[in-house]
């Protein structure tokens, strides 16, 4: 990971780190069970209620986010969670300093993710949509914190080590041999066989591996040549998207067109031309402020909150958040989304 900015986004997702998720507040004497999920000691007590007396048959305990069962005598402290709690503390008394910079809002508005048919062509048609811009905020550097090795652990620990499934890939796609990065394949290159698994019509491809529990996160580096002057710039404005990436559901569509909504079980921002959308409906939402959208996106997954987030992946600054009114309730896998071979994508791997 990048040096991180000291910013309100960074502090405001330490502090979500540092939130026990039964009381909702800061971890008080936080403990950990079997399944890596950690609370505060009396909420979990709370939770499961007073253990039976001596020489009673014990009650099954569990879980309260997974739900899998975790023996009482399976506790133990969370030392380095409390050291954290102090240091998400201190950095929003450094934040309150005077002095202290401004958190970012990037991004713009674009339509929304075209489809390719099996033989490439473009089957949508889209309208050109004029935007206002908006001043963007200063960006002044900050000292990293002393803390800062402790901070990174922080991220770095919920950041899942993710790869891309190349059976769900769009046949015009090619996957990395390390399977962790994407981009549209140049005409006469050969294709694989269709399967039931893979997208017909959208762009994408999904994550290796999906989740139906807990909080993970993973970073996506958007590697876009038109940004780097290599462009002639004729199609810069040509109204298309370049890219999407985000999350969806074991139940997304692969054949045909596929909305790109959380209704249809996506949840996801998009790119084109230095400009950002998330992927909401019944119209995209357009990320506020001008200048080129990170080149880094966090995607943070809470499965039983039916939060999907997008951070910058350097500053945390919070650019959407996507909130469904309980558990997402299915597998949930990375998605990646291109159509323009000068923009690949990649799964940035996880460190340590």
Known sequence: MEALELGPGLVERLEQLATCPLCGGPFEDPVLLACEHSFCRACLARCWGSPPATGTETSPTACPCCGLPCPR????SNVRLAVEV?????????????????????????????????????LRKTSRRDDTPTPKSSNSEDKLPEDYPVVKNMLHRLTADLTLDPGTAHRRLLISADRRSVRLAPPGTPAPLDSPARFDQLPAVLGAQGFAAGRHCWEVETMDTTSCGGSSGEDEDDGESRYALGAAGESVRRKGRVGLCPASAVWAVEGRGGRLWALTAPEPTPLG??????RRIRVDLDWERGRVAFYDGRSLDLLFAFQAPGPLGERIFPLLCTRDPRVPLRIVPAEG
């Open 73 to 76: 005598r399976s506790l133990r």
């Open 86 to 122: 102090r240091i998400s503390r201190g950095l929003r008394e450094k934040l309150a300093e005077p002095g202290a910079r401004a958190g970012r809002r990037r991004g713009g508005r674009i339509p929304t993710m075209g489809s390719l048919d099996p033989h490439g062509e473009d």
């Open 289 to 294: 402020g001008v200048g080129p959208p990170p």
